[in-house]
């Protein structure tokens, strides 16, 4: 590595790597460990810490509960208006977070399409906790979703039709075979979605709001303390990049049998070109 | 007892699949190139196919009738099917792959099969004999009234294949259930099965006894499938009731078979003999020629002569003293050989 280009890339690689580092230890380093632990406690990020708990776990329930078997159904099928289908699913992940808030006050807000339905059941969803429900659900399901897809389409369809032949219902066939087989590919799509969810931010200040113990998550409490208190911000911050090393983490050590054989891999696509 | 009724009828990609069939305790054997519609014909009896017309029976008990809108979901139809590349479940073990398809003879299977010390083995970890095995088990562990089989020798290498063809026609006849088994290679399809059809572009063109297919053989195709020296050329009537084929490679060949216009002579490489020099023995047909190649198959030696192959035994060979590219003659009787219309 001593020829001039190899002095340029060991340059480039050292900029690139402590300009992604840099950051990231500041927050950790900006103020004695202490304060950050203070500023865990303050009332905010507490408050911050729980809403986005109870947001995240709900959200991230339904998407698994409802996503699965809608990426199973598309994923196992082929049919002429498919592409078209997962165009629709991939839309979301591309709009900016505006559009998402404005989406979803069109739809769901007082004045919305659904709204004067809405009303008369005496539901009302902007700047409730469900609105932040619902933004993580329209902004991150679909990185769920896209990469299930994906991981259900890799499933050799010659398994699910062997378990057929040896008794099994669609039902058990799905949950012994399918399922399993996919898991590799809807661990990382999860994680995705769920980091996705986490951060999200443009969509759920625009249709939730940011009320402290309401709809304030803790990437909106980051942006609030940042005015009020600084080390406040800077703790929150700690938590977000500790949970999000740590899903990271999580997802390199979810089991990989799956491609120690040969006809049915799933290998992770979450954009596969299929 | 119930026999297996099939009737089926269905576009593939470049022709239509047509088969009909009775199987009753019995091994038939669907023998054809690849792509000639032989798995469809598996997957529409098992139910992961579904023709556009046809009729599948069990006795009494109709699992597709298209005409009556009976269709039956693949796990209410008793089969055991062997899928060609064993399609074992790659993150289940196999104690868990045999008992996927019931669990009142789990451990009866892995030891009839050999593999109760494989029970912790996952798929990936076993050899192709094995897999075969943990299919074959599981397919059974649902009590199938039918055992279909897809290709069942043809993912094993030539050794492995010997010793599993042999365990495969011992359980066959022990099970005596109504077998269909597909196969490209006629060897296999003549050792495992009591009939044979040989099926090409969705149809079935002979269907009888391996021995049949291989004395009367209905046409070009199945003679050449079967193994037969294959020489074309057109047939006149001949001296003593003969038929004499003008071959077109030049030369005559005689029959004791009738036919005329445009015909394949054929005759089995067991009916070829070899000679230094022409004798005059008993056989009327002689051709002098190049030996072109020899291989060995165990005791026996396939020689390659001009446009014929004859197969001696090795002990023959030797006391002829066969090399490449020295002149031999080979010939065989006018009864020998059997005239197919070409189509």
Same mark, same amino acid.
């Given at each position: 590595m001593r020829s001039p280009f190899g002095v340029v890339l060991a340059l480039a690689t050292a900029l690139a790597l402590s300009f992604l580092l840099l950051p990231i230890l500041a927050i950790f380093v900006d103020i004695p460990p202490g304060q950050l632990v203070d500023g865990m406690n303050d009332p905010a990020a507490i408050d911050a810490l729980l809403v986005t708990l109870k947001t995240t776990l709900i959200a991230n329930a339904v998407i698994l509960l409802v996503g699965t078997p809608a990426a199973y159904l598309i994923g196992s099928h082929s049919f002429r208006a498919k592409p078209f289908l997962v165009t629709a699913v991939e839309l979301p992940l591309v709009l900016p977070p505006a559009v998402a808030g404005i989406g979803l006050l069109a739809a769901? =807000?007082?004045?919305?399409?659904?709204g004067e339905t809405l009303d008369v059941l005496g539901i009302s969803i902007p700047f409730t906790q469900l609105a932040v429900v619902f933004a993580v659900m329209f902004v991150a399901g679909p990185f769920y979703l896209r990469a299930a897809i994906s991981a259900f389409e890799s499933v050799d369809p010659t398994l699910t039709g062997a378990a057929r032949t040896l008794g099994a219902g669609p039902a058990r066939t799905f949950a012994r075979v399918a399922l399993p087989l996919a898991s590799g590919g809807l661990g990382a799509g999860w994680a995705l979605c769920f980091a996705r969810g986490l951060g999200e931010f443009g969509a759920t200040i625009m249709f939730? =709001?940011?009320?402290? =113990?309401?709809?304030?998550?803790l990437s909106l409490a980051v942006y609030e303390q940042f005015d009020v208190d600084f080390d406040v911000a800077l703790a929150i911050g700690a938590e977000l990049v500790v949970i999000s090393a740590f899903l990271l983490l999580a997802v390199k050590l979810v089991?990989?049998?799956?491609?120690?054989?040969?006809?049915?891999t799933t290998p992770f696509a979450p954009f596969g070109s299929r | 007892m119930d026999t297996l009724d099939l009737t089926l009828d269905h576009p593939l990609r470049s022709f239509r699949l047509s088969v009909a069939a009775t199987l009753g305790r019995e091994t038939l054997a669907l023998v054809g190139? %690849?792509? *000639?519609g032989k798995s469809s014909v598996l997957r529409a009896i098992a139910g992961l196919l579904r023709p556009e017309r046809g009729r599948v029976a069990l006795g009494a008990e109709a699992w597709l009738d298209t005409e009556a809108g009976i269709d039956l979901p693949p796990e209410r139809r008793s089969v055991g099917l062997v899928f060609q590349?064993?399609?074992? +479940? $790659?993150?289940?073990d196999v104690r868990r792959n045999v008992a +996927?398809?019931? /669990?009142?003879r789990v451990d009866e299977l892995l030891e009839r099969f050999r593999i109760s010390h494989l *029970?912790?083995? /996952? $798929? *990936? &970890?076993?050899s192709g004999g094995e897999r075969q095995r943990v299919a074959l088990a599981r397919a059974l562990a649902r009590d199938p009234a039918v055992l279909l089989l897809d290709e $069942?020798? %043809?993912?094993?290498d030539a050794h492995t294949r010997a010793v599993v063809r042999a365990e495969l026609a011992e359980l066959l006849a022990e099970l005596r259930l109504p077998t269909l088994l597909v196969t490209h290679d006629f060897e296999d399809a003549a050792a495992l099965a009591d009939r044979v059809g040989v099926i090409v572009g969705g149809r079935i063109l002979q269907l009888g006894a391996a021995a049949e297919l291989l004395a009367a053989p209905a046409d070009a195709f199945v003679a050449s499938f079967t193994g037969a020296n294959l020489l074309h050329g057109t047939a006149r009537p001949g001296p003593e009731g003969l038929t004499e084929v003008v071959l077109d490679a030049g030369g005559s060949m005689y029959s004791v078979d009738e036919g005329h216009g445009r015909v394949g002579l054929a005759v089995f490489p067991w009916e070829v003999a070899l000679a230094r020099a022409e004798s005059a &023995? %008993?056989?009327?047909n002689h051709v002098r020629g190049e030996v072109r190649s020899l291989v060995e198959l165990g005791n026996r030696v396939r020689v390659r002569v001009g446009p014929l192959t004859a197969e001696i035994t090795t002990a023959s060979a030797e006391r002829l003293a066969l090399r490449e590219g020295e002149d031999v003659v080979a010939s065989f009787k006018a009864t020998a050989s059997r005239l197919v219309p070409l189509g």
């Open positions: 769901f =807000g007082r004045f919305g399409l659904l939730a =709001g940011s009320l402290q =113990g309401v709809t304030q998550t089991p990989k049998w799956t491609r120690s054989t040969s006809p049915s | 190139p %690849s792509g *000639a590349e064993y399609a074992l +479940f $790659p993150h289940l +996927f398809g019931g /669990r009142g *029970a912790q083995a /996952r $798929p *990936a &970890d076993l $069942p020798l %043809s993912a094993l &023995d %008993s056989a009327v």
